[in-house]
């Protein structure tokens, strides 16, 4: 039976997960694997326009698949997880994954420059390297292989975790990238440094949005970004914003403090559902709702 043909009561979304960390200070070995494990080109055109369906992503450390099937699809895909890659099937993808390498936006670059900084100077995130079959064939065996998959729906855990109000970042760098400055604020991941940077840029970005438009007229192309990594979760903030994000009114933080946790308790926002994954990847837990709440609670201006 091949994935997404079978339509029946029980089909369901899945979220599946595994831990892909850089290897040799790279994601090119994780995001080729992304590419390639699922792939069955021995069924013509089929597969391709079935395995469309599918949303894969491969992030910091983790990787993950987006699925509706239902339960006897979901073993035949995580088999496919597991079997070991053709060689052809990894030498006729490689052309494509650098083609999309070639293509750097500024937020790789920076999340790049920024990590050259804080890990090693040989950190080259998506750059292109030859192909080593032994590496790529130790790495598939080692994350996919030894270490257990993540199905949101069948392993999801929230624990409370205590919220310390004294949330501070431990380093500040700066960067300059094209015409702009950026400073980078830095702190050791953890559950709690996690989510309270992540609700930060989101605070910052939802106020950018509503200055731009509401008070300045003008259409927002300014944002923070967060980034992280395995030991490390970093926002940058273009140094020319760092004046109007200390301007920001109590009412504005009162009305979306309101929101967000209004957001937050129905539960529909990807983007913040697949940090929650992101999380459970590396801890095997993420934070409750009523932690997440503390959190927010946190927030203010810069």
Not at 137 to 156: A, F, S, T
Request: charged share 25%; glycine share 0%; hydrophobic share 40%.
């Amino acid at each position: 039976m091949n994935l997404l043909t079978h339509k029946n009561s029980h089909m369901k979304k899945y979220h599946i997960y595994l831990y892909t960390p850089f290897h040799k200070n790279s994601k090119f070995i994780p995001h080729l694997l992304e590419h390639v494990l699922l792939q069955r080109p021995e069924e013509g055109i089929s597969w391709f326009l079935e395995d469309n369906e599918i949303i894969w992503k491969s992030r910091a450390f983790f990787t993950e698949y987006i699925v509706t099937c239902d339960e006897s699809e979901l073993s035949s895909l995580i088999a496919r997880l597991r079997t070991k890659p053709k060689r052809e099937c990894i030498s006729s993808e490689y052309p494509v994954i650098r083609d999309e390498l070639n293509r750097k936006t500024y937020h790789a670059i920076l999340y790049e420059k920024i990590w050259k900084k804080l890990i090693s100077e040989k950190f080259n995130n998506n750059n292109i390297v030859k192909l080593n079959f032994k590496d790529i064939y130790w790495y598939h065996e080692e994350y996919y292989i030894n270490w257990d998959i993540i199905v949101l729906e069948r392993d999801m855990k929230a624990m409370d975790s205590k919220v310390d109000s004294e949330l501070n970042y431990k380093d500040v760098i700066k960067i300059s990238l094209q015409w702009i400055k950026e400073r980078v604020y830095i702190w050791d991941i953890s559950l709690l440094q996690f989510f309270h940077s992540l609700y930060l840029s989101e605070f910052y970005n939802s106020y950018l949005y509503y200055h731009y438009r509401v008070n300045l007229k003008k259409y927002s192309w300014d944002t923070t970004t967060f980034y992280f990594y395995d030991s490390f979760v970093c926002l940058s903030v273009p140094s020319e914003l760092e004046s109007i994000l200390k301007d920001i009114s109590p009412d504005f933080t009162l009305k979306w403090k309101a929101y967000m946790k209004k957001k937050l308790k129905k539960n529909v926002n990807d983007f913040f559902n697949s940090m929650n994954w992101a999380m459970m990847a590396k801890y095997w837990y993420t934070l409750s709702i009523k932690s997440k709440m503390e959190l927010i609670d946190l927030v203010s201006g810069h």
